[in-house]
């Protein structure tokens, strides 16, 4: 091993152990390919403050090093600093003003401080440079979406996914789109499409769940559901739908448990009144009304579960009359 290969695992080694002064005294701040090397090392055990840290050291002494200014860029944006992104990604465009990577990363940070019409710009920037870079058409799809223009960000996700047909955020996009206008067949191709790219895409399949309900293919439903749960096993949101396609099949019993297990994490009105829904459904009458007094704490304007506890009261009734006829 060199001298340099002997120094690069020390800092490796330092930097792995979060002994960032240590690592900075190693390098040598006037040792831009080794402060290059902690950077870009950082960002990989993904410490975003050390790898910013490391490019701002360049950039006291090489002011002009537009790789610096691009990287620190990137650091800020994965630390929600993107003003401050945005600043270093100009820095990039003063220098080389055609860098299509540096206007779709600044287009980025602007999209998520909700400035979705400078964001469009620099998307455009980029798709007349680049007219086959489907991340562009994809991030110009989500501004339009941020502006209300919902059929012109369709056709920039439907443009995404026939220049890169492996975009899975591209896929799940368009099939989210589809599920919102009722195309349930045409959204579960677009989610099929979206996982055979990334199997772990969790968003994938609890929104392929979700469509799965309600063409009532519950069984299938419960499958995505238990995928999610098996990733994100305090999911609230997947517990309670679980929940909703377990009753669809009438597994009551089953359904109570997924509702439980969603009101220990997070107590709601649907929660409540579903859960007393399969109480009534198992003609437990009593545990019924307690459920659907609790929901009306939650939300005493909720009609369903005022109906529904009404009529597990008339029941109850019915059968305490029947009950004092048959005694006497």
């Known amino acids: 091993m060199s001298i340099t290969d002997e120094k690069r695992e020390k800092i490796r080694q330092l930097l792995s152990e979060g002994r960032i002064e240590e690592a900075l005294d190693l390098a040598g701040i006037s040792e831009v390919d080794f402060l290059f090397f902690m950077g870009d090392f950082a960002s990989e055990e993904e410490n975003y403050e050390m790898a910013e840290k490391a490019f701002s050291q360049i950039l006291e002494y090489e002011p002009d090093n537009s790789a610096a200014w691009y990287n620190k860029g990137l650091a800020l944006a994965c630390l929600d600093k993107f003003e401050e992104a945005i600043t270093c990604y100009d820095e990039v465009l003063k220098r080389t003003p055609e860098d299509s990577k540096t206007w779709l990363n600044k287009g980025i940070a602007l999209q998520n401080l909700g400035k979705h019409s400078e964001a469009l710009c620099c998307f455009e920037i980029v798709i007349k440079a680049s007219p086959e870079d489907a991340e562009a058409w994809y991030c110009k799809g989500i501004s339009l979406n941020g502006l209300g223009k919902d059929e012109e960000a369709f056709q920039c996700y439907d ?31 677009c989610y099929e499409k979206a996982l055979s790219e990334n199997p772990y895409y969790v968003d994938t399949w609890y929104n392929k769940g979700i469509i799965l309900s309600r063409l009532k293919r519950y069984e ?44 220990t994490i997070t107590p709601s009105a649907d929660a409540w009144y579903n859960k007393g829904v399969s109480f009534q459904n198992l003609r437990r009458y009593k545990e019924a009304i307690h459920c659907y007094d609790e929901t009306l704490k939650i939300n005493p304007y909720h009609k369903d579960a005022q109906y529904n506890k009404k009529a597990a009261l008339k029941v109850l009734e019915r059968k305490s009359k029947f009950n004092d006829t048959s005694q006497k």
């Open 220 to 263: 299938e439903a419960i499958c995505c559901y238990d995928t999610v749960l098996a990733v994100i096993p305090e999911d609230v949101d997947t517990w309670y739908n679980k929940g909703v396609a377990l009753q669809g099949l009438k597994k009551d019993d089953e359904a109570i448990t997924c509702y439980d297990k969603a009101l």
């Open 159 to 189: 443009t995404a996914t026939k220049v890169d047909p492996h975009h899975a955020d591209a896929w799940y996009t368009k099939g989210t789109v589809l599920a919102n206008v009722g195309e349930y067949s045409e959204a579960l191709c």
